[in-house]
């Protein structure tokens, strides 16, 4: 044999290595890629419920609390104001639950919150801000907003909740 053929050989074997290493690194990157997509699924539908746990557990909050739960019905029922002392804690109530709801814009943003929560949580708020005492309290959040890093998106995903909102109101006048 001369070393032509051996060199031959050498070469075929070199390539048929590399064409072996491809062939591995292509079933590698798609694994890694499933486990990637899989992950961020998993990381998506772990922030989804935690955005709905801090949403039920203050939907407990006001039901558990018999005079946060008066002031709430006399306010989106039965039009009725309230006393300095359950308008304090309803705008408290409505000041946490408007942190949930921005909390839960940003992640939707990035992908980690689904829509149906994100769209549960914006009706709510479009339902509150229809009263005057909601409505002060998220006029004072949404400037606030502007002062923010995330001023700028939050702005306009708050004026566009109120927008839709302010629509309603005068569907509903009409």
């Not at 070393?3 to 990157?29: F, H, K, M, P, R």
Request: charged content about 25%.
């Amino acid at each position: 044999m001369n070393w032509d053929a051996i060199g031959a050989i050498g070469e075929a074997t070199g390539a048929i290595a590399v064409l072996i290493t491809l062939i591995y690194l292509a079933v590698q990157l798609r694994q890694n890629t499933e486990q990637a997509r899989q992950a961020n699924m998993i990381a998506r539908a772990d922030i989804s419920a935690q955005v709905r746990q801090r949403y039920d557990a203050l939907w407990h909050q006001l039901s558990a609390d018999p005079q946060l739960a008066v002031a709430f019905n006399k306010i989106m029922f039965r039009d009725e104001e309230v006393g300095y002392p359950e308008a304090a804690r309803l705008m408290a109530w409505f000041g946490n639950y408007c942190t949930v709801a921005q909390s839960a814009q940003v992640e939707h943003e990035n992908g980690l919150v689904d829509d149906m929560t994100l769209h549960t949580l914006e009706e709510n708020v479009r339902w509150f801000i229809g009263k005057p005492l909601f409505r002060a309290v998220y006029r004072e959040i949404v400037e606030r907003a502007a002062d923010t890093e995330t001023g700028i998106d939050m702005q306009s995903w708050m004026d566009r909740i109120e927008g839709s909102a302010n629509a309603r109101g005068s569907d509903a006048r009409s």
